[in-house]
């Protein structure tokens, strides 16, 4: 049985129509991420975060797994295969295209939370700053994501299944948010090998076993190929 932990980045849902955040046409060029990934900037002007958020879940309704999401599916399948995903993305697409195993270490945008009692139920469609928690009652409504100056999630877990892994996989991450870009050391001070599957090389390439370059669609379902014919 082989344990294999897999990190994905924006860059695998970017042929499914969702954005990436760095590229030219990426999030980050239109917004400020103090302004809308920030609890400041939450604070200074909800409005405008739940406006950024409600778009951002409407385009991920909209969009529909592409075969690197289903490619991921079918190796979690595999008797031979225990595999973890672990996403930096806060769309559904790993879990529409069959995965079970995702942890989403950056949240979900399904997934409302409350600041003042932090009570968490599904999000509706769209949030506004008045709408009330369900459990305390107060107007302190949330999107489910990490933001910067936050902890990401179930990093306990993430770092456990990392040092027992026999393989580490990154794909379509840039390799500029700490503290998943620092996975692939994690990974390779513990001796598992790695392999980095992405569009260009990204700014940790050199870290991995491994780095091939080209679009997620074309090198995931090769990849998964390359181990489900291996046994
Ligand atoms: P980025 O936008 O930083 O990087 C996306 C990566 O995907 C780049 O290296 C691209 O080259 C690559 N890419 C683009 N299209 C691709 C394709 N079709 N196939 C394969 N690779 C492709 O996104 P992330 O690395 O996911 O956090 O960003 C990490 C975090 O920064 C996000 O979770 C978000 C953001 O700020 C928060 O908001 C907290």
């Known amino acids: 049985m082989?344990?294999?932990v897999i990190l994905t980045g924006a860059g695998i849902s970017a042929e499914s129509g969702i954005r990436t955040f760095r590229?030219?046409?990426?999030l980050w060029e239109e917004h400020r991420i103090m302004d809308v990934a920030t609890p400041e900037g939450f604070a200074r002007d909800p409005a405008l975060v739940h406006r950024f958020y409600n778009a951002r879940r409407a385009a991920a309704r909209a969009a529909q797994p592409n075969p690197a999401h289903l490619a991921l599916a079918e190796l979690e399948a595999d008797p031979g295969h225990e595999v973890l995903v672990v996403t930096q993305n806060v769309d559904d697409l790993h879990e529409r295209a069959?995965?079970?195993n995702v942890i989403h270490m950056h949240g979900s945008l399904f997934g409302a939370l409350c600041h003042a009692c932090d009570h968490r139920?599904?999000?509706p469609e769209a949030m506004q700053p008045?709408?009330?928690c369900p459990g305390c009652g107060r107007k302190a409504t949330?999107?489910?994501i990490v933001w910067f100056n936050e902890m990401p999630y179930q990093m306990d877990r993430i770092i456990r299944e990392l040092e027992a892994a026999d393989l580490f996989v990154s794909i379509g991450t840039s390799g500029n948010v700490y503290p998943a870009a620092g996975f692939v050391q994690d990974a390779a001070m513990c001796g598992v090998e790695?392999?980095?599957l992405n569009l260009d090389r990204s700014a940790g390439s050199e870290m991995f076993d491994t780095s091939r370059q080209g679009p997620a669609s074309v090198l995931v379902?090769?990849?998964?190929r390359e181990r489900l014919g291996s046994r």
């Not at 590229?23 to 990426?26: E, K, N, P, T």
């Not at 379902?221 to 998964?224: D, E, S, T």
Request: net charge negative; charged share 25%.
């Open 2 to 4: 082989a344990k294999v």
């Open 23 to 26: 590229a030219s046409d990426g």
């Open 98 to 100: 069959g995965s079970q």
């Open 121 to 123: 139920w599904p999000a």
């Open 130 to 132: 008045q709408d009330t």
């Open 142 to 144: 949330r999107p489910d």
């Open 194 to 196: 790695t392999l980095e």
């Open 221 to 224: 379902p090769q990849w998964v």
